[in-house]
């Protein structure tokens, strides 16, 4: 299993940008995938959330300004972040499991190596 994300870098609070995270070596269609954070300090924090059949679920501190999704065709999971807060600086993983769908990190069995996201204000 290898999960592989992008997308990261440095913008200015209200930009935006789009984290991706390529999938391969299970069936990806059948699993859950998750967006978690965490900053320097702080605990892990499970951020978005979506089901194998498309449900979502986010975390308050980014309901209404990311946006989670999937393209089973291509493997490839996504979450759209805008407008960009400099408290939303971190590391981002994504995250997959068959089961867990929910923010706690521990119960999802697949992790990629992350991506750093550096908002500045």
């Known amino acids: 299993v290898r999960l592989e994300e992008s997308g990261g870098g440095a913008v200015q609070g209200g930009g935006s940008l789009r984290l991706s995270c390529a999938a391969s070596?299970?069936?990806?269609?059948?699993?859950?995938m998750g967006w978690f954070r965490q900053a320097p300090g702080k605990a892990r924090e499970g951020i978005a959330f979506?089901?194998?059949?498309?449900?979502?679920n986010y975390a308050d501190s980014v309901k209404g300004r990311f946006t989670i999704s999937r393209d089973n065709a291509k493997n490839t999971l996504y979450l759209q972040m805008n407008p960009l807060k400099p408290e939303d600086t971190a590391m981002y993983y994504c995250?997959?499991?068959?089961?867990?769908?929910?923010?706690?990190?521990?119960?999802?069995?697949?992790w990629g190596q992350g991506t750093q996201v550096t908002v500045s204000s």
């Open positions: 995250a997959a499991d068959r089961y867990a769908c929910g923010p706690i990190w521990y119960q999802f069995d697949y």
């Open positions: 070596g299970y069936t990806y269609s059948s699993y859950c």
């Open positions: 979506i089901t194998a059949d498309g449900s979502t």
